[in-house]
């Protein structure tokens, strides 16, 4: 079985652009999360989808991050336009629906780094 | 809000030291507890959990209880070993199943 893939691993773009990152989940989850790690702090929750809709979206620190999952398969999590404070890496995780404690599992990360 | 407290680190030891990362926590209800190691060049991997008071979750030779009466959740292993060295993530999670992480602790582990 395919783990959670996240796409691209790292990117590095100039403040005020666009970049688009992607989240395709194991194959039948529907519950899928965002997270960041700013430099050496805490992950933080950004939010949280089942299937398509948005469950939680509590943790999104700005109107600059949109994240969508058309057809509630894989995700993109959109930065625009980037700021500093935006650097850090981004984690997807997925998890079945269901019983409360289902393991989440995560994605390797996408490094941002906004320069 | 609920909250996640760790140790700092990084933390060094030895090739078959004790191990004891500390996590506290501060939650409303009763969450589950998790502990969670990042490998260098890897994705966030579960190691161990517990989801009620007084439960040991154990893997690879780690443990953790989870004492509710000093809202702890203290990571410990007998003998570390060289593979060990990551980062160590405590968390918590409550109904909805969305994770709160602490800072996260460095283990490196010497030979």
């Known amino acids: 079985e395919a783990g959670v893939t996240q796409f691209p691993s790292h990117s590095v773009i100039e403040k005020g652009q666009t970049v688009t990152l992607r989240c395709d989940p194991i194959s039948g989850h529907d519950n899928l999360y965002w997270y960041r790690r700013v430099m050496g702090k805490e992950i933080k929750f950004l939010l949280h989808f089942v299937k398509e809709s948005k469950q939680d979206e509590s943790g999104m620190p700005n109107n600059r991050f949109l994240a969508e999952r058309t057809g509630g398969t894989y995700s993109t999590l959109k930065v625009q336009p980037a700021e500093l404070e935006d650097s850090g890496v981004y984690f997807c995780?997925?998890?079945?629906?269901?019983?409360?404690?289902?393991?989440?599992?995560f994605g390797q990360g996408t490094r941002l780094t906004v320069v | 809000g609920d909250s996640v407290t760790q140790m700092e680190g990084p933390v060094t030891l030895s090739e078959e030291a004790f191990l004891t990362i500390n996590c506290t926590y501060t939650?409303?209800?009763?969450?589950?507890l998790f502990w969670y190691v990042q490998y260098p060049g890897e994705g966030l991997q579960l190691l161990l959990k517990a989801t009620k008071a007084d439960d040991k979750g154990s893997n690879k030779g780690f443990e953790a209880t989870y004492r509710k009466e000093t809202t702890s959740f203290h990571l410990e292993k007998g003998s570390v070993q060289v593979s060990d060295s990551a980062v160590y993530f405590c968390a918590l999670s409550g109904a909805t199943n969305k994770l709160i992480f602490g800072t996260g602790t460095l283990l490196a582990v010497q030979p």
């Open positions: 939650a409303t209800g009763y969450p589950s």
């Open positions: 995780a997925s998890s079945r629906q269901g019983q409360r404690n289902t393991e989440a599992f």
